[in-house]
């Protein structure tokens, strides 16, 4: 059951097509099945977009941010806030996600080009429990996890109309990037093993992106192009280092 009873935002001017896919997809287990069927939007030719919920059901593609606002949406429908967990990196290659609360505990949504930047279960006790998930496999050529933010679109973006707009919804982004973030603090060490083994592991299996974190068991499912063949590896070492 969703976090809170707070009722979504009016009656949403919904096209049928819309109105069924929001019917059907009812939990966020659902929500991010959805989303990991959909190709990741590689924005082609250099045209940057940030899409809405109705523009990801339009195209059929989601970067991580249209993803985010997809499903906060579509489960706002079902009684959950509108939020998304902001992360800052090192490489201003920032990821967003959706945050939601289940039975006391967090958990998250999430589309990206990075296996370990996808959803999480409801299991951890805090926002911030749950964005520390994210720093080991943040860490690749370029990036580090160096702060969070937790924001409630609903109350941020006013009567921006970020839900159903045909058009871009640039605001949201900027918002984003101007909110203030809470620090996170990584240790340098701890970094520099991590990304030499990143580098080792694509090196040694043909480009393909490690998934043997710690703490894979509280991921949820990933999107069929980070596991299908992925038992072709050549790599006999595994990836993960401890805590």
Request: a positive charge; hydrophobic letters at 35%; aromatic letters at 10%.
């Amino acid at each position: 059951m969703a976090s809170t009873d707070r009722p979504s935002p009016g009656p949403l001017r919904f096209t049928a097509r819309e109105r069924r896919l929001v019917e059907r997809l009812r939990t966020p287990l659902d929500v991010q099945r959805y989303l990991n069927r959909l190709p990741y939007n590689q924005e082609p030719h250099g045209r940057a977009t940030l899409r809405g919920f109705r523009g990801v059901v339009r195209t059929g593609v989601a970067h991580c941010l249209e993803a985010a606002l997809f499903a906060a949406v579509v489960l706002e429908q079902h009684g959950y806030p509108a939020q998304v967990l902001s992360f800052e990196s090192i490489d201003q290659l920032d990821h967003v996600i959706y945050l939601y609360r289940q039975r006391g505990r967090w958990g998250s949504i999430a589309r990206s080009r990075d296996p370990g930047l996808h959803g999480r279960l409801p299991v951890f006790a805090t926002p911030r429990a749950l964005a520390l998930s994210y720093v080991d496999p943040y860490v690749d050529y370029t990036g580090r996890v160096t702060g969070y933010a937790v924001v409630d679109l609903d109350s941020l973006m006013g009567p921006y109309d970020w839900r159903l707009a045909n058009g871009n919804v640039w605001k949201v982004e900027r918002m984003l990037l101007d909110y203030p973030h809470r620090t996170i603090v990584t240790s340098d060490a701890r970094f520099r093993e991590l990304r030499r083994r990143y580098i080792a592991y694509r090196a040694a299996n043909d480009g393909r992106k490690p998934t043997d974190y710690k703490g894979r068991e509280r991921w949820t499912e990933l999107p069929d192009e980070f596991t299908v063949d992925h038992s072709r590896s050549k790599s006999r070492v595994g990836f993960v280092i401890g805590s």
